[in-house]
Each structure stands twice: as structure tokens, then as C-alpha cells.
């Protein structure tokens, strides 16, 4: 009997948080269903593929990181493709598709999957279905859903052009002739997203729905957690899971938090009813709905008495992780700011390995916060197997493809270790766990609601209560009481919990043996499903620790206080974030609130390296600082106006957002423009200035802060900028801007 065999294709991944690992295995596990086989790797895994040598299609999911880097496991492949020495033909015979993660929070967006098929292209690949661009900033769903719905035609497509190629072999590969270049075939990605909003293209989401279900059916054990529209679901009652269906049944978790307004009309009250994260509203609640197909369980969790485990603190790697102690701890800002700036002092003298440079920044280790990891064992109903042996190993015959025990738990710890040290509990559940959530939820009205949550129609109710208020899993397990999961579950779908990186902010040749690093304590507001407002992770645990041995503004430290606590930091160098090694070339530095750490740093050693080689000629130094008030979050004040004092700094520009009726410090800015409230109105105010040491004198220009606007603020001011000094449109501007940070001569270091 003929045996038949499947045509099979690649799937390469390069991850650093695990987002598009999940898409690539998602990918994978989806491929049998389609009468496919995926050989999943990933890009560091080079001893699994051969790309040299490959005639089947190439799918890559690749994210990006820090300041437009590649993931860590995909940099030595980026670097292979980078290689000069490869002949132009080098991929000829490659068949691509790439799905590019980013943020457009960050400068260079989707970076690293853009070089990648730069480079890809230049070594004659082809690329058979249109680039997926994911935002996160936005929702990575919004592209990846479309784009992984399109894919499978297209790699059907592509199998079949290059069976075809190869069997007619005159034609040449895979888009050699102008006629059949291989986008005369490549489902356009743009265009199914701009049908997703669209009224008449629901019908066709509809259809493809309907299509999908039968599928759906035969293959749901194997599903991606990726894949949408594969099952369709009805609301649970008439009146779906508004907050009046579940108080006629009684369920008052539910009904309690969904806020109503009352309204009189003719005598009768009305309960109008609000939405919320447990109750949702019409057309929602009525609607038919598209959610994930359910993710495969894939690990067994078994605890085991051994008596007390005595794990309280972190397993850290001996070599690069320290305990250090915090030698001082200082509030920057005054108590009526609107927000808490502390500056930490460690001492790292035991440590020569630690020994930085201003630009590194040191990563700082915490845990979960003890009462959530509290609340966390009680939800589980675990709270007595706390010192439990956890032993997770990977269930016989799993269904999910590359299925492995996450490697960010070790051996021998006990479940409280896990909760503390191992797992981010406080991580916002992403869709796919939401859909696994809805299997370990008895009651039908809650299941529903958790079901829109992950639905592809309640993607403005998952935004709005889950992703923009950074709910966490156990705020949400509180909101949701009949949902019990298993331990194995959390275990599958939370992420490492991860340091938090914080810049130095001192010069170790003005503070030997000492680093500082300056931090605003987060605040997350209360919100429907978080009854109370919360401190971010790492800032309120560092808050809680010090706060005894605290100094407040304008109060003397009194020496041989309260002895401050150890922490657990690690160094991260950045190699590009550094002051211009050529003394004589002028540098701008723009670093509003906390942003301004950096650049303390770098004037200390420009300090130094002044009263060190007094001949020498040094270049400008200009800084753009920005807070609210001027006498209450204007961080190192003294110290900025010192370095004005001693020449180190040439030029201070401080802009104050909330102080309307102040003039600007320094009064060096032209009056004839509205005050300036933001340092990008204050770059503007000295364009010519800016303009002309970047653009005439090899200056350098470093950017630190905030991510989501400040940066990107900045960056469109540079452009204008750029146009009006170079008389040049707006794509020319943005060119010149590409080309400085091609050059590393515009650096950011930007985060939040
Ligand atoms: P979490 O509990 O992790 O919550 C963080 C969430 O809060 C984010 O998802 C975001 O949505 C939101 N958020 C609100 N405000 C902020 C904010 N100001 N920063 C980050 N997230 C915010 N922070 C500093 O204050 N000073 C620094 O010098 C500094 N240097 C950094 C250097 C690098 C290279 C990077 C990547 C980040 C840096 N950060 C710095 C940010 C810092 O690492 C933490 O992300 C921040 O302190 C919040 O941590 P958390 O655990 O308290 O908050």
C-alpha cells in the first residue's frame, strides 16, 4: 500500500520573552490539522536546520528586543546572515514567510525581523506570503490573528509553486520570472486586517468561522493557543453574562462588581448597567463569539511532603548575581509630588567584576510580594502544601510540539519558592491562558465572560480590563471565584519572573566602590477587578525595604541609623550607551524625570576627566531635563546646577510641565516662543543648536525615559527639526535620523 507522506515545512523562532516561541509552537502543533509537518527550532538551534541546503518553505517568528537587538537566541544567527563574505545567491533557493514581533513604544520597531529579511532578500531568498508587523504596544493579536489565518494557504501555495519548480525545471526557482514572482500569490496581511472592523467583512469572518468549526472539531486536542476562529460559542442565557442574569442566579461575585447606575423614570428605578471585567454588555454579551482553540496540557505537577524545604531566598548564578547592601536610601522628590523618586546607594566594593561604566545599568532581583504569594496558595487551595517538593516533568504524550519544562524551574524547590522566586504571578494573563481558564471554571455565567475576554469580538473588553490596567492572574482568579486551576496550568502559562534593569546613576570615579540608581515607586490604580490600588513589582518591594532607614529631602542622614537590607543585583553593560570616547566632540543628553540617571553618570566622569587632563579640549555638553515643579520633582537639582558652575555642563534646559507661570531655568531659551512645558519643546527652541552639532559637528545625541511618549516625542521633534535646518521633506528627515542611529551617534535608553 502506498504510504502517503506529508509535505513538511520550518518553522524558526528567536524569542526573548517567550511571545514568539508560543506563535512558532502554536504554528507547529496547528500544521497536522493541515495535512502538514513543522520542523520547529529554534534560531539557535543551528544543528536542526540547514537553511543552506532547505527546499521547503522557511517560516521564521521573530521578536525584538531592548533597543532594537535581536533575542538573545537569535544573535548568532543574525550575525551568520550578516556576513559579508556570502555570495548574493547565498538563499536562492529559500522560500520565506517571517512574522516580526515589536513595539512601537520603542524606537526601531521590529527590528530584528526587518534585518532579517533585509538580509534574507539580499541573499536572493523569496518571500512567499506577506510580512506580519505585531505591535504590542497596540495588542500583538491584532496582526498575528490575520497573518496566522493566511498562512496555511500560503504555505500550501508555496508547496505546490515548488513542487511545480521542481518538477519544470527550466523555470528556475521560486520567483524568478517577473510573472510569477511569488506575491502574485501572497495572501496580502494588510488587507485582512483592514477587513477585520469592517461591517460587510464580518459576514466573511462569519463564514470562515462556520468552515473553521469543522476543523475545529476534528483537531482541537492539537490546537494553537494562537489560532482563533475555531469554535464558535453562544451566550450562556438570553442575557448573556450581563451582571442582571447572574443576580437572578444568585452568583454575587458577579453582580456585586459590575457598577449600575440607578435612573427614575416615571416612579420605576432602572438599573442601568455599566460594563466591567466580570460583566459585559450587548452587542457582546449577545454576540456569537471566536475563541482560541484550548491550549494542550503539557506538564504533570506532582508535590511531595519531604518536610521543611529552606528555600527563602533566590538560586541565583554565583558568578554574575551579588548580594550587595544598600548603603543609603534617598527620596528625591517632596511628599506632595505626584510621584515617589527614591535614589538607592549599594555598595559593590566586594565585587571588582561589577566594576561599570556610566550608560550599564544592574539588574535588580525580587520576589512575588509574600500576601499575593499568600493569596495565590489559597486560591489554589494549596495553602498547607507550601513547603511541598514540586516535581514538574512533561506529560506522556503530550500534544504540544517542542514541549519542555520551563528551564526557569529548578530542581528541588519547594511550591513556596516557586510562587516566590520562579514564577510572575503579577503577569497579565494573556489570551490563551484565558481560554484554558474557561475549562476549570464551574459556573456558566463566568465562563462566558471569560470566553468574550479571549473571544476575538470582546478584543475592546480584554484591552480595556485586562491589558491596559495590567490586571494580574490573581486579581483576575479573585474576580472570577468558581475558576480553579490546577497548578500545572499556572505553571504553563506564566512567564520567569524577571529582574527589573534600573541605569546607574553615579560615575565610579567620583563614588568608588558604589553605584546609584535613581526609580519612581509605579502606582497601578484601582480598577474593575482591583478593588485597591497597587505599587509596581520590584518598586513597592524596594519601597517596603527601605522605608525605615528612608531620608527625606532637606532632612541631615543621621550617620550609624537603621542598617538598610541586602538585594540581589546583577550587571547589565550596554556598549553603545556611553559618553563619546573622544572628549572633544560635543554630546546632547534629553532625560526628563528618571531619565536623567544616565547622565548624572556621565557628567561625574566628564567631571573627572576635566580635572584630569586640564589642557585638554572637551566638547559641548547639553542637557534637557523635564519634571512637573521646579521645588518639588526636580531631581538632582544641586547637583546639575554644580556641574553648570564648574563648565562640565555648557548648557542646562529645564522645562517644568505643571509650573505654567515660571520662566524657564537659565533664561537662555528665546521668549518669543509659548513657554516650553516638555523637553521636546525645549529641543525645538535650540533646533539650530541641535541641529548643528549632530549634523556639522559628529555630535551625539542620547535619549532616556519613558518609552511610550516621551521618546517617540522626541524623536518625531528631531525630524521636524532635521526638515526645517536641511530644507528636506519628511522622508529625507527621517533617513538623516536613521542614518545617525545607524551610526550610533542617536542613542536611546528607554523604558515603561
Ligand atoms: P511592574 O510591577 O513590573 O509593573 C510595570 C508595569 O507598569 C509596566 O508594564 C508598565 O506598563 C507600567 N509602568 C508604569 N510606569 C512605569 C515606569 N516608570 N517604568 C516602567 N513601567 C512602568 N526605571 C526607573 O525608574 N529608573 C531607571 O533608571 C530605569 N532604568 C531602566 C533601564 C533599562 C535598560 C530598562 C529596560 C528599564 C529601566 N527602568 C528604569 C524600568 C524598570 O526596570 C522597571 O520596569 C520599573 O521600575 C517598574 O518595575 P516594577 O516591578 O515596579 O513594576
Known amino acids: 500500500m502506498p504510504c502517503e507522506v506529508k509535505p513538511r515545512f520550518v518553522v524558526l523562532y528567536g524569542s526573548q520573552k517567550g511571545q514568539a516561541q508560543s506563535i512558532a509552537e502554536g504554528i507547529a502543533e496547528e500544521a497536522e490539522g493541515h495535512g502538514l509537518i513543522a520542523e ?42 550578516k556576513k559579508k563574505t556570502l555570495p548574493n545567491d547565498h538563499y536562492k533557493h529559500l522560500c520565506y514567510a517571517l512574522l516580526a514581533l515589536g513595539d512601537t513604544n520603542y524606537a526601531n520597531f521590529c527590528n530584528c525581523g526587518k534585518t532579517i529579511e533585509r538580509h534574507l532578500q539580499e541573499l536572493g531568498a523569496k518571500q512567499f506570503y506577506a510580512t506580519g508587523y505585531a505591535d504590542d504596544g497596540v495588542g500583538l493579536e491584532v496582526v498575528v490573528d490575520p497573518w496566522l489565518e493566511g498562512l496555511w494557504k500560503a504555505i500550501k501555495a508555496a508547496l505546490s509553486k515548488m513542487a511545480s519548480d521542481r518538477t519544470a525545471p527550466s523555470k528556475g526557482g521560486v520567483g524568478d520570472s517577473p510573472k510569477e514572482t511569488p506575491d502574485s500569490y501572497t495572501p496580502d496581511v494588510q488587507l485582512n486586517l483592514l477587513s ?42 438570553p442575557a448573556g453574562s450581563l451582571g442582571l442574569a447572574s443576580q437572578s442566579r444568585g452568583t454575587a461575585s458577579i453582580s456585586t462588581s459590575a457598577p449600575e447606575t440607578q435612573t427614575q423614570d416615571a416612579g420605576f428605578p432602572h438599573l442601568t448597567l455599566a460594563g466591567s471585567l466580570t460583566c459585559s454588555l450587548p452587542p457582546l454579551s449577545e454576540s456569537s463569539l471566536n475563541v482560541p482553540a484550548l491550549p494542550p496540557p503539557y506538564l504533570d505537577v506532582s508535590l511531595q511532603d519531604v518536610g521543611t524545604m529552606k528555600q527563602i531566598v533566590g538560586q541565583f548564578n554565583k558568578e554574575t548575581v551579588h548580594e550587595v547592601p544598600i548603603n543609603r536610601a534617598l527620596q528625591l522628590t517632596s511628599g506632595d509630588s505626584v510621584k515617589t523618586a527614591l535614589l538607592l546607594e549599594l555598595d559593590i566594593s566586594a565585587y571588582p567584576t561589577m566594576a561599570y561604566q556610566p550608560g550599564d545599568s544592574f539588574d535588580v532581583f525580587c520576589p512575588n510580594k509574600a500576601t499575593e504569594v499568600d493569596g495565590m496558595l489559597h486560591r489554589l487551595g494549596l495553602q498547607d502544601q507550601r513547603n511541598d517538593h514540586v516535581h514538574v516533568s512533561l506529560k506522556k504524550d503530550n500534544k504540544k510540539k517542542g514541549a519542555q519544562v ?26 490563551a491562558f484565558l481560554r484554558a481558564l474557561v475549562e476549570h471554571t464551574g459556573d456558566s455565567v463566568q465562563r462566558r465572560r471569560l ?84 505599587r509596581g513589582l520590584c518598586t513597592g518591594w524596594l519601597f517596603d525595604l527601605i522605608n525605615p532607614g528612608l531620608v527625606f529631602p532637606g532632612k541631615a542622614e543621621c550617620s550609624g541609623s537603621l542598617t538598610l537590607p541586602k538585594i540581589h543585583v546583577s550587571l547589565r553593560p550596554n556598549c553603545s550607551f556611553r559618553p563619546p570616547s573622544d572628549l572633544s566632540v560635543p554630546f546632547i543628553m534629553v532625560g526628563p524625570g528618571t531619565g536623567v540617571a544616565p547622565f548624572i553618570g556621565f557628567l561625574q566622569q566628564r567631571e573627572n576627566e576635566r580635572q584630569e587632563n586640564p589642557d585638554a579640549v572637551f566638547g559641548e555638553t547639553w542637557l534637557f531635563f523635564g519634571c512637573r515643579h521646579r521645588d518639588r520633582d526636580y531631581l538632582f537639582r544641586e547637583e546639575l546646577e554644580g556641574f553648570v558652575c564648574s563648565g562640565t555642563l555648557s548648557h542646562l534646559k529645564v522645562c517644568f510641565s505643571r509650573d505654567d507661570q ?7 531659551v528665546a521668549t518669543s516662543v509659548s513657554q516650553p512645558r516638555y523637553v521636546q519643546h525645549n ?45 528636506v521633506d519628511q522622508l529625507e528627515a527621517m533617513k538623516t535620523l536613521a542614518g545617525l542611529r545607524e551610526q550610533k551617534r542617536y542613542l536611546q535608553d528607554i523604558w515603561g
Open 196 to 237: 477585520l472592523g469592517d461591517h460587510q467583512n464580518c459576514e466573511s469572518i462569519k463564514t470562515s468561522v462556520n468552515t473553521d468549526s469543522k476543523y475545529a472539531s476534528a483537531a482541537s486536542s492539537s490546537a494553537s493557543a494562537t489560532q482563533t476562529a475555531v469554535s464558535e460559542l453562544r451566550p450562556a442565557s
Open 40 to 81: 520547529l527550532s529554534c534560531l539557535n538551534q543551528n544543528e536542526k536546520y540547514n537553511l543552506e541546503k532547505e527546499n521547503a518553505p522557511v517560516v521564521f517568528i521573530v521578536s525584538t528586543t531592548g533597543d532594537g537587538e535581536p533575542p538573545d537566541n537569535a544573535l548568532q544567527f543574525v550575525k551568520r546572515i
Open 406 to 431: 520551563p528551564s526557569y524551574i529548578p530542581q528541588n524547590i519547594s511550591l513556596l519558592y516557586l510562587l516566590t522566586w520562579c514564577l510572575e504571578i503579577r503577569s497579565v494573563p494573556k489570551k
Open 662 to 668: 515660571e520662566q524657564e531655568e537659565g533664561k537662555e
Open 451 to 534: 470566553q468574550e475576554l479571549c473571544s476575538k469580538q470582546g478584543g475592546a473588553d480584554y484591552n480595556q480590563y485586562v491589558r491596559d490596567p495590567s490586571l494580574s492572574v490573581l486579581e483576575l482568579l479573585t474576580a472570577f471565584p468558581s475558576c480553579q486551576p490546577p497548578l500545572s496550568l499556572l505553571i504553563e502559562h506564566l512567564p520567569k519572573l524577571q529582574p527589573r534593569p534600573y541605569s546607574a546613576a553615579s560615575s565610579c570615579l567620583k563614588h568608588p566602590g558604589k553605584v546609584h540608581f535613581v526609580f519612581n515607586v509605579v502606582e497601578f490604580p484601582a480598577c474593575s477587578g482591583r478593588p485597591a490600588g497597587r
Open 683 to 727: 529641543l525645538l527652541l535650540n533646533s539650530q543648536h541641535v541641529t548643528e552639532i549632530l549634523l556639522k559637528q559628529n555630535g551625539y545625541l542620547y535619549v532616556c525615559g519613558d518609552a511610550k511618549n516621551m521618546a517617540k516625542d522626541v524623536n518625531d521633534t528631531l525630524i521636524e527639526m532635521i526638515k526645517t535646518e536641511l530644507q
